[in-house]
């Protein structure tokens, strides 16, 4: 088995235990954290599709007229907007957890419902 597909399995059970961490978990705190770590495996995914060994970083002097397979940026860059979307979503979902405690004194899904429904 080649290093490329290590990788891509070990994205997909990274993603997989989030996604368990997310049906699991009744604590608010824990499904923020497992959305995070689903969102993270699959930029990693993205970053590893590419991969190849021998490949060279497209800067520099690899750039211009050179022998060497050269990595493609896009997938560089649109996982760094996905980075960067994925810090602002987290904000959002952290900055409405903590009006939900404030609210019912509880980060657990099970009380929160209960108290929302009296």
Do not use: H
Request: proline share 5%; net charge positive.
């Amino acid at each position: 088995m080649n290093i490329d597909r290590i990788m891509e399995m070990a994205c997909i059970i990274v993603f997989f235990v989030g996604f368990y961490g997310l049906i699991a978990s009744n604590n608010a705190i824990k499904s923020i954290a497992s959305i995070t770590v689903m969102e993270l495996a699959v930029i990693m995914f993205f970053l590893t599709f590419g991969f190849f060994p021998g490949i060279r970083p497209p800067i520099g002097r690899y750039i211009a007229y050179s022998p060497y397979a050269v990595a493609d940026p896009l997938p560089q860059a649109l996982m760094i907007t996905a980075i960067i979307i994925g810090i602002a979503i987290t904000a959002i979902n952290l900055t409405m957890l903590i009006t939900l405690v404030r609210q019912y004194k509880s980060a657990d899904w099970e009380i929160i419902r209960k108290k929302s429904r009296e």
